[in-house]
């Protein structure tokens, strides 16, 4: 990957968590209000493995970071001009878009951010399976009992303590 990225990405690299690097990049304008009015300001839009950043630096210091997980994003839209692109992203109702696309890869951005979007979300683990502890310990002495494991009295002791 390459290290001579344009300035607002270099910017937007520190905020990366400690395990996350670029996968795709680009470089346009974002809509943003500032005092009230909708301004363009310069943006970039950073792809990782496990997010999309967009970031917006403010003209006198500082600067606006949207954070948009693959998991709350439901879709991505690319326009692909004769000068310029423009990505639009759908999260949790609301959209963010980087528009006059100069820097990058916008198709490869996109189908980046489209691959993990629609990645299959693994279940969390749940419980295990229903059944009866008690019933499945009383098996399983039995049959250390029954394979000689055990003897009678190991295994009158472990009942006991089982049972209560």
Not at 27 to 34: D, P
Not at 86 to 105: A, L
Request: aromatic residues 8%.
């Amino acid at each position: 990957m390459p290290t001579n990225y344009p300035k607002n990405v270099q910017a937007a690299r520190t905020k990366l968590r400690g395990d996350e690097t670029i996968a795709e990049w680009v470089e346009g304008l974002c809509e943003s209000a500032l005092f009230g009015a909708v301004t363009t300001r310069t943006a970039a839009g950073i792809a990782t493995e496990q997010r999309v950043l967009i970031y917006i630096p403010r003209m006198f210091g500082g600067y606006d970071l949207h954070e948009l997980p693959y998991s709350r994003m439901s879709s991505i839209a690319l326009t692909q001009g004769t000068l310029f692109a423009s990505i639009r992203f759908i999260v949790s109702n609301n959209s963010v878009s980087v528009t006059h696309i100069s820097k990058g890869k916008p198709i490869l951005f996109c189908n980046f951010v489209r691959d993990r979007i629609e990645a299959p979300v693994s279940p969390a683990p749940g419980p295990p399976p229903a059944g009866n502890g008690l019933v499945d310990e009383l098996e399983r002495l039995a049959a250390l009992h029954r394979a000689g494991a055990l003897t009678t009295a190991e295994f009158a002791s472990a009942k006991r303590k089982l049972i209560g």
